[in-house]
Each structure stands twice: as C-alpha cells, then as structure tokens.
C-alpha cells in the first residue's frame, strides 16, 4: 500500500463546476496535509495546508480533513480553465524530523 | 515570499561528467530537499539535509551526493552521470515539516 494515494485521473470537468479531489493515506500518526498545484512543466506551488479535521476555505478553494477515515479532499468551486493542472496531496507526520510523503498526484482538466 | 532559486532551468549533459546543481533560499530554512520527478514516477527523495553540514539518504541516493556547507545553499553532485539521470530536479526548503515545503524552478536536466 502507498502511504499517500491519489486516482491519477485524469479527472474532467465541466467549467463553472465543482472539481473533487481525493486523497488517502495510511499512517495515522499524520499531523499535517497539504495540496500542491503543478502546471506541466512547472515545480509545485503550495495551495492549501490543514491541520485539523473539518473543512478550512481559502477563495474557491475548500480543504477536507477526516483523520479517522484517513481521508483528505480539496474541492475547487467555479473551475477555470486555469485550474487545470496536476494536483498533488502531501502528508506528514509528529516528528519534526518527518518528511512530507507526496502522493503522485491527479491530473484535472477544465473543459470549456 | 520565500524565495528557492536553482542556478540552471536546463542543462545538458555528456555520460561520465561530473554534474553539479545549486540551489540557494533566502529564508533562513534549516531544511532543504533534492527530489527528482520523472512521467509516472511521482516526486521521489534523493537527498535531504537538516542542518548545516548535515545531509541524510533519501529513497534513491544511489549516484548522487550532496554539500550543505552554508545554510542557505544546497548542492546536488551527480558524480559520473549517466542517461537514466535525464530527469526534472526539484529543489525544496522548509521552516518545518508542519509549514510544507517551497519548491525552486526546477532544473530539467538531459544527460546525452
């Protein structure tokens, strides 16, 4: 089993949509998540980080967190077509010497 | 911003040269990280490095070495490269495993 697992899609949507993406992860000592954006070609870009479980919003961005179901998503409301790129989860545990594990990511395509 | 600057976007290579990435922040980060990232492969770890002076394996060390003389600046060394080194390398810094980590540009790096 992969510590972190994303469908590397490529995922589809429609624009103006709602774009859900998923991710799992298999040590439940986790502590931080985090949601990187990569556009083909370019290094990734943080975009949202959650600590806690529950929902944290930032613009059309929404992270969820269920730590008993090892669950993260990240929904992305009213999808552009430049919302299109690589989604990549990333986890990491207690220690402050862990190391963020990164899922392989989801390939999301807007289309018009 | 924390700014992670890697010296070269591109940067071609003949077999057996001795290869040398740099990579500097500005941010007084303690941690720094070498990823490669290869279609299908994900991000995977080469090296990392805690501190000054010190440097830890990652999940494929193998053919490479690292120096972190200075704080800020993070080198990679692929000693003898060869063609399956032709990959994109991802420098990363990071206040800590709980803030994520800030990618550099990246170095595409092609070795004939």
């Known amino acids: 089993q992969k510590e972190v697992e994303q469908n590397s899609g490529p995922l589809s949507v429609p624009e103006g949509a709602i774009a859900s993406l998923n991710c799992t992860y298999s040590?439940?000592?986790?502590?931080?998540f985090f949601w990187y954006r990569q556009y083909s070609g370019k290094s990734p870009e943080l975009i949202m980080s959650?600590?806690?479980?529950g929902d944290k919003e930032d613009g059309r961005f929404t992270a969820q967190l269920n730590k008993a179901s090892q669950y993260v998503s990240l929904l992305i409301r009213d999808s552009q077509p430049s919302d299109s790129a690589t989604y990549l989860c990333?986890?990491?545990?207690?220690?402050?010497?862990?190391?963020?594990?990164f899922g392989s990511g989801t390939r999301l395509s807007i289309r018009p | 911003d924390v700014k992670v600057t890697q010296s070269s976007r591109y940067l071609v290579k003949r077999t057996g040269e001795k290869v040398f990435l740099e990579c500097v922040q500005d941010?007084?980060?303690?941690?720094m990280f070498w990823y490669r990232q290869d279609p299908g492969l994900g991000l995977r770890l080469i090296y990392f490095?805690?501190?000054?002076?010190?440097?830890e394996k990652g999940d494929i060390p193998e053919g490479y070495s690292v120096s972190r003389e200075k704080k800020e600046r993070f080198s990679l060394i692929l000693e003898s490269a060869s063609t399956n080194q032709t990959s994109m390398y991802l420098c990363?810094?990071?206040?800590?495993?709980?803030?994520?980590?800030?990618f550099g540009s990246g170095t595409r790096l092609t070795v004939v």
């Open positions: 959650i600590y806690s479980n």
């Open positions: 941010m007084d980060h303690e941690n």
């Open positions: 990363a810094s990071s206040a800590g495993q709980v803030y994520g980590y800030t």
């Open positions: 490095s805690y501190d000054v002076k010190m440097k």
């Open positions: 040590d439940r000592g986790s502590q931080s």
């Open positions: 990333a986890v990491s545990g207690y220690s402050s010497a862990s190391k963020i594990i």
